[in-house]
């Protein structure tokens, strides 16, 4: 279900994410949370990227944190 090139390439992004947006990795992962409920990952993506202007793979990155955050949850 990867849909990053590497976990360092993942971390990689995330670390440059407050820098490059203005905001920290937690904030994008509530605004996922609050966004619409999409399904397929490409679809939150693209919501995503046009929602709030961000990169493809800025974007990408967050989706994917938040997919695993939320994957991780669902275990405890």
């Given at each position: 279900m990867s849909h990053v090139?590497?976990?360092?390439?993942h971390r990689n992004m995330l670390a440059r994410i407050p820098e490059c947006t203005g905001r920290e990795v937690a904030d994008w992962l509530r605004?996922?949370?609050?966004?619409?409920?999409?399904?397929?990952f490409?679809?939150?993506v693209s919501w995503?990227?046009?929602?709030?202007d961000l990169a493809?793979?800025?974007?990408?990155?967050?989706?994917?944190?938040?997919d695993l955050r939320r994957a991780a949850r669902k275990f405890l």
């Amino acid at each position: 279900m990867s849909h990053v090139l590497s976990e360092e390439t993942h971390r990689n992004m995330l670390a440059r994410i407050p820098e490059c947006t203005g905001r920290e990795v937690a904030d994008w992962l509530r605004t996922v949370d609050e966004g619409p409920s999409l399904f397929r990952f490409e679809e939150k993506v693209s919501w995503l990227r046009h929602e709030h202007d961000l990169a493809y793979g800025h974007a990408k990155a967050i989706i994917h944190e938040y997919d695993l955050r939320r994957a991780a949850r669902k275990f405890l």
